[in-house]
C-alpha cells in the first residue's frame, strides 16, 4: 500500500542565502512572489531530530510555480536536517512534500515499511505538524505534512489565480 496518494504539494530547496534564491526563481523560473518567515523557531518542545529534542532557527520563503508551492530554507541555528544537508552536500533539494488525507495512517503506513522519522516538527499556533521521512534512494526526503484549515486558508491565499492546491480537488 502507498504512503501518500495524489498531488506533490511542495519542492523545498535548502539554500546559503534567500535572496540569491529567490532572485533565482524569479530571473529564470518565473516565480513571482515570495513570502518571507524569518526566524521561525523550532524549541525542544515542538522539534525532534533524529529521534532527539531539536533547537533551531530558520529562515524560509515560500512561492508558486503556477500552481506548484516553493519552499526556500536557509538555517540560521541548530542542528536539523537542513544543517546536515548543507555540511555533507551543499545547497538543492532538501525535500518534496504532500498532505496525506489521514496524516495519522500515513505515518502508520510509513512505519509498517520501517521508515523512521528523520525530523518532526509541530507548530501548535495554527496545529500544524509536519514530519520529514527519509527518501531512501531519491536521496531527499519525503515530507508529510498535517495542515488544519487555517493552514489550508493561509496557502490557498497565497497561489496564482487559476490554480488550487491539492486539497482543493477542483
Not at 101 to 127: M, S, Y
Not at 147 to 159: E, K, N, Q, T, V
Request: proline letters at 7%; aromatic letters at 10%.
Amino acid at each position: 500500500m502507498s504512503i501518500v496518494t495524489g498531488p506533490i504539494f511542495q519542492l523545498a530547496w535548502v539554500v546559503h542565502d534567500l535572496d540569491t534564491a529567490e532572485q533565482e526563481f524569479t530571473d529564470l523560473y518565473g516565480v513571482d512572489t515570495w513570502v518571507r518567515m524569518p526566524r521561525m523557531h523550532f524549541g525542544p518542545e515542538q522539534a525532534r531530530y533524529r529521534g532527539a529534542p531539536a533547537d533551531y532557527t530558520i529562515d524560509a520563503s515560500l512561492g508558486y510555480a503556477g500552481g506548484q508551492q516553493l519552499e526556500l530554507i536557509a538555517p540560521v541555528s541548530g542542528e536539523n536536517l537542513y544543517t546536515e544537508q548543507l555540511a555533507r552536500s551543499g545547497p538543492g533539494l532538501n525535500h518534496i512534500a504532500w498532505v496525506p488525507d489521514d496524516f495519522d495512517a500515513a505515518l502508520a503506513e510509513a512505519r509498517t515499511h520501517g521508515i523512521e522519522i528523520a525530523q518532526h516538527c509541530t507548530v501548535t499556533e495554527i496545529g500544524m505538524e509536519f514530519v520529514y521521512l527519509p527518501g531512501g534512494p531519491l536521496g531527499s526526503y519525503i515530507e508529510l505534512l498535517r495542515l488544519p484549515a487555517d493552514g489550508r486558508a493561509l496557502f490557498d491565499s497565497m497561489i496564482p489565480d487559476g490554480y488550487h492546491n491539492p486539497w482543493s480537488r477542483k
